[in-house]
């Protein structure tokens, strides 16, 4: 049983540019959580999508956008790179459900120069 | 405003020690507790989850425990091993309005020296 995967793994890109990332869900998972999480710091929520509507969102600009697909596979877009944009992105997925844990994926580390 | 506070920030101890991490929140209503191990560059590993009524639970060495009167919880690692040098993250999910939003510590990095 596959746990939640992302990729890729590592990407470089520079100011002004726009990336995606992406994330398979846990099987059987049907809601999709991502975050941001700077060196050091704890993640911080991006926003949560489940039945491919964005649930809820965080105290991000528009510049991070998102999607979610039938399989509840998820994207991560991002706009406009800022240097302040360099973190590690991590999806979590989980069942819908107040109680649901969330399981993690290893992340995405998007330097931005 | 939710806030989920832990200390200390860094902590370093011998092989075979115990330690205690501490957490403390803000977040209410409250819905359920959780701590984290998160490897460095890796993703967070979930190591228990706590519920209103619960006092305590263990998983292995690990033991958490949850005073929701005070809004504290406690992570306690019993004979250290190489292996649990780590960030350990408390995170806290409210309940209501915003319940999709967990909130986050920063963490504590304990590293565990031969």
């Known amino acids: 049983d596959a746990g939640v995967t992302q990729s890729p793994t590592h990407l470089i890109k520079t100011r002004g540019q726009q990336v995606t990332l992406r994330c398979s869900p846990k099987s059987g998972h049907d809601t999709v959580s991502w975050y941001q999480q700077a060196l050091g710091q704890g993640p911080q929520f991006i926003f949560q999508?489940?039945?491919?509507?964005?649930?809820q969102r965080g105290n991000f600009p528009d510049r991070f956008s998102g999607h979610q697909f039938p399989n509840y596979s998820s994207e991560l877009n991002v706009n406009a790179l800022l240097l302040g944009d360099s973190a590690l992105y991590l999806c979590a997925s989980s069942l819908t459900g107040l109680g649901g844990e969330l399981f993690f994926g290893e992340g995405s580390r998007l330097t931005v120069l | 405003k939710n806030q989920v506070e832990q200390s200390p920030q860094s902590l370093i101890i011998l092989e075979g020690k115990n330690c205690t991490l501490q957490?403390?929140?803000?977040?209410?209503?409250?819905?359920?507790l959780r701590w984290y191990k998160q490897d460095t560059g890796r993703g967070p590993v979930s190591l228990t989850i706590m519920t209103f009524s619960e006092n305590t639970k263990s998983n292995g060495r690990y033991t958490a425990t949850l005073d929701a009167d005070t809004k504290q919880s406690s992570l306690h690692i019993t004979a250290s091993q190489l292996s649990d040098s780590a960030s350990y993250i408390c995170?806290?999910?409210?309940?209501?309005?915003?319940?999709?939003?967990?909130?986050f510590g920063k963490g504590t990095k304990l590293s565990v020296i031969p």
């Open positions: 995170v806290v999910r409210g309940s209501g309005a915003g319940s999709y939003q967990l909130t």
């Open positions: 957490c403390n929140y803000t977040v209410s209503p409250f819905s359920n």
């Open positions: 999508y489940y039945e491919e509507e964005e649930r």
